[in-house]
């Protein structure tokens, strides 16, 4: 390189004095999205035809499927991405083998399925910054659960947990007859996705205006993905039916042995 | 050996064969340089995070057409420039934001006296000045090659112009701010 001018070095010393804003550590964001990004995005409403098109795909397919629902963006996003992300909620991807979920292990339901700590609904709503949806036809319940960051999403996850109602026993996968996740859906650091074999089936529903997805059939391995975009394979464990909907900006996960109409009357009574 | 950080080129290769954790480190390293070469371009922080973030996902996407063997850092600054102007364009308007001078920069880095600190201080901020007003083409350039460090090959990429360009644009640069420096006395 020729030797600067004074003009020059001068230039080269003024870069080392400029206040740049700090850089922003992407690289959560990146890998988290670049995970989430591994997949096919799901065709739009418009674009599935009315009859079963998932039958076909992964007839064809002849392999698992990951569904991983993006529903927590990985990274504070700008209002450009943000307006990006807002139906941007779910890929596929087709993998050549279902991971096997590990056993559940011992102890209470909290700790087995990765819930978080023991709380209490109104310390809940009073640790979390949205207010926190009750379903209205299964009442108070029977245990709260709360996780922030490491295990849980950025601003809080909250699972509200029922043991068996009339015409809802409990399940022998998660111990629970119903477990009702929340989180909200803008600035957290997880993504919630699940592994779906090709006995487990996936519909697009709508509850009261909000988009949703119901995965039913075989039970399925529920993956978190971490803020560092890694999928947590450690706390996989096996899920019952599940109705995931977006309720502006929150996102709820209604799981258990339900019929797709009791799901769905769950989801309509959430307040 | 041990306690040696891995060659760029290394992780770049094994980010090719599907290594995250590898590209990750790529991100960790690239990220400063590579935010603000966006920031230079967009004068806007919130831009050029957007910008950053979304270049190193399309470079991860891109990974299979990195050659073998070349500098990943003009690779990689080419696209996160690309996104950083294609930001501007589309939001049609110009961020304001000047470059100013840290607060509480030592010069040299020793302790110099308060007068020469004063004096030393007051002449990079009249320089920073002269580099804010210039025409955008002309600031970019002397920014990107100077105030960031890029190399030749490198702000060519940010710019997205050939080396050749970048050698003339920067002569023809340099020459307009010694003219306005030289025209203020004690500049």
Known sequence: MPELSELEARLTTLG???????TPNLHAGVMAKIAAQQVIPLP???????SHWYENRWAVAAAAVI???AALVAYQPSRDTIANWLNL?????????????????PGPIGARLGLGGYSTLPKASAAVRWPVLVP??????DEVYLQFPPDGALQGEVTLVYSARPGIPASVQTGAAVLVTEARGAVNTDFFGKTLGPDTTLQLVTVAGHQGYWIAGAPHVLVLIDANGNPRYLTLRLATNTLLIDEGGTIVRIEGNLTKDQALQIAASLA | MEGRPEDDRDLFARAQRGDTAAYEEIVKRYQQVAFRTAYVITRSAGDAEDAAQEGFIKAHRALGTFRTGAEPRPWLLQIVANEARNRVRSAGRRHQLELRLAEGYRPGGAAPS????????????????FVNALSDEDRLVITSRYLLELSGEETAAALGIPEGTVKSR???????LRARVEAVPGA
């Open chain 1, 16 to 22: 080392r004095q400029v206040e740049w804003p700090p």
């Open chain 1, 44 to 50: 739009t409403r418009r674009a599935i035809r009315p």
């Open chain 1, 67 to 69: 569904l991983a629902l």
């Open chain 1, 89 to 105: 909620h779910t890929r596929i991807k087709q993998v050549p083998v279902l991971t096997t979920p590990s056993p559940l292990p």
């Open chain 1, 136 to 141: 209205s036809t299964l009442g108070q319940p």
């Open chain 2, 114 to 129: 308060p007068e020469a600190a004063a004096v030393a201080s007051e002449d990079s901020a009249r320089l920073l000045g």
């Open chain 2, 170 to 176: 920067l002569s023809r640069a340099l020459a307009r």
